[in-house]
């Protein structure tokens, strides 16, 4: 059932337009300055940075993508790729998919595979934080997020709905 519903969303996005209709990024109210003399050679400006212990070559994050069916393999394998080249983090969707059906486990596997070196992001929901440890574990993160998205367990017909307690 988890599964069928990781199938799903990738196919809802690839099918439809998600984008927000009145929502932006709010890139467009940033506008960089020119600096016609910037004073400092190009080989000078680093924008690496460090996190929990790992340098990334860029302060930017691929996070909470996909997993869980075997369609998301592919895709987590190309971010992985992406990943480990740019050396840039990458997170993966929740994993509650793999811990309840260990077929799955492949489908984020493959992340740390391409990535050996890569900052790696585990993720799994409030309601199941107590498989936080096998988060960890199954993909060899170096941090785990917690997910809050009660709305989304209320109208799944398999979601979680006990909201009490964490």
């Known amino acids: 059932m988890i599964s ?10 690839k099918n ?10 709010g890139f467009e109210d940033i506008e960089l300055i020119h600096r016609a003399l910037p004073e400092v050679h190009k080989e000078e400006i680093d924008i690496s940075t460090e996190v929990f212990g790992k340098k990334l070559e860029s302060p930017l ?8 069916h075997a ?12 990943a480990e080249d740019k050396q ?4 993966v969707g929740s994993q509650r998919a793999a811990i309840v059906n260990p077929e ?21 929901g409030a309601p199941q934080s107590d498989l936080a ?5 199954i993909l060899d993160s170096d941090i785990l997020a917690i997910h809050l998205n009660p709305l989304q367990e209320a109208i799944q017909p398999e979601g979680d709905v006990d909201g009490r307690g964490y």
């Open 4 to 13: 069928d519903r990781k199938l799903e969303h990738l196919l809802i996005c």
């Open 16 to 25: 439809y337009d998600v984008n927000y209709k009145d929502k932006t990024t």
């Open 61 to 68: 994050f691929i996070t909470a993508i996909t997993g869980g």
């Open 71 to 82: 369609a998301a393999k592919d895709i987590n394998k190309e971010l992985a790729i992406v």
């Open 88 to 91: 840039i983090g990458l997170g």
């Open 104 to 124: 799955l486990r492949d489908t984020y596997d493959v992340v740390r595979e391409y990535a050996p070196s890569a900052l790696v992001l585990g993720n799994i």
């Open 133 to 137: 440890q096998d988060a960890v574990e």
